[in-house]
């Protein structure tokens, strides 16, 4: 299919809203990007990685404690994902561009392809979110149905139950097979690739081989096939599930839409702005220790909105947006706690199951 068109409102509410954030940027004098605090967190969260990987593969402790520690692996190979990767990957955890490319080189190192990446979430679903046809990111068949207008298989009756192991195969599934997938059909979803440099076929090839050999020929030959086995699925298991749920509290839950462009003139009917608000939801704002170890991404309808303003800033602008959300008559969805949010998700999903 062709992409949607949003049509250009008389009065913009995208608009109003940049003026209203670029205000509060301007009278508060700080810069949109990353500060101290967020800086201090990436550090602290690759030196753990790091710490831990040498830990496995070099002094690798007995049996419980190494599956323990790959979990624990997985959680921070997630949080890096969220809180350096994702900023660095939308120009916003730096002022530097060399900085905010080094931060989105993670996804590299950790076996996902960082041009891959840009192109299906920053361009695909950060503009045409939960559009079906259009969003990979809401692309899961066979094992599950995420919109009506996807296919009902009978194994959906079920999918509220075993959702998690699905998501719990995002990382390695990601890593070792849609990549790739896209890298020789060309094409993200419905979507073609831009044609690609010869520096980035390099790259993309480069660091798939500089991971195949840090997580898996290495620690192979470290520790034997079957540890490593063990180990690599506890940590890449958990890190599937827990950068999955994070995205799917986002975007299927009850009460986000699904709108489709119209069929005679391709046009969405709410300018973007107004989509992306009625396409996403926030969960637990309040709760200081999500916000943190998610990298504001609970702040999810602030990040589609304002995606290179650093996630550090989205408790404050979010009281900026509920407001301008409240003055349109713009319904403004947040779940209060992340029980909530993953309760409407697993209703959301017995719900498409069902019908």
């Known amino acids: 299919m062709s992409s949607p068109k949003f049509p250009k409102a008389p009065i913009s509410f995208h608009n109003e809203i940049k003026n209203r954030i670029s205000e509060y940027f301007k009278n508060k004098g700080k810069a949109t990007t990353g500060n101290f605090k967020l800086h201090f967190k990436a550090i602290l969260l690759v030196a753990g990685l790091l710490a831990i990987y040498t830990h496995l593969v070099f002094f690798t402790p007995p049996g419980i404690w190494a599956v323990l520690e790959c979990i624990f692996l997985g959680c921070v190979t997630a949080a890096i994902g969220f809180n350096v990767m994702h900023d660095g990957a939308h120009g916003s955890f730096s002022r530097y561009k060399w900085i905010n490319s080094l931060a989105s080189n993670f996804a590299n190192f950790l076996g996902a392809s960082q041009h891959m990446w840009k ?7 950060h503009t045409y979110t939960n559009i079906h046809g ?9 094992l599950l149905r995420l919109c009506d207008e996807q296919p009902r298989y009978k194994i ?6 075993y959702f998690w192991a699905a998501y719990s195969f995002l990382y390695i599934y990601w890593v070792f097979v849609t990549d790739y997938r896209k890298y020789f059909t060309r094409k993200i979803g419905s979507t073609p690739l831009r044609k690609m440099t010869a520096t980035e076929h390099f790259y993309f090839w480069f660091y798939k081989l500089a991971h195949a050999f840090i997580f898996v020929a290495l620690p192979i030959y470290m520790v034997g096939f079957m ?17 999955s749920i994070v995205f799917q509290l986002a975007h299927t839950v009850e009460h986000t839409d699904f709108p489709l462009p119209n069929e005679a003139t391709g046009k969405m009917e709410d300018e973007w702005a107004i989509h ?17 170890l998610v990298g504001g991404l609970n702040f999810q309808i602030e990040h589609h909105l304002f995606p290179k303003i650093s996630h550090v800033h989205y408790p404050a602008i979010s009281k900026i947006i509920k407001k301008a959300c409240e003055d349109y008559g ?22 498409l199951g069902r019908k």
Do not use: C
């Open 119 to 125: 192109m299906k979430h920053n361009v695909i679903h």
């Open 134 to 142: 259009v969003d990979d990111d809401i692309e899961a068949r066979p």
């Open 156 to 161: 959906h009756k079920y999918q509220h139950f």
């Open 227 to 243: 540890p490593w086995l063990i180990g690599f699925l506890s940590m890449g298991l958990v890190t599937g599930f827990v950068l």
């Open 276 to 292: 992306q608000i009625k396409t996403t939801a926030n969960f637990a704002t309040r709760n200081k220790l999500v916000s943190w």
């Open 330 to 351: 713009i319904k403004y969805l947040e779940y209060p706690k992340v029980r909530l949010a993953v309760a409407s998700h697993v209703a959301y999903l017995r719900q």
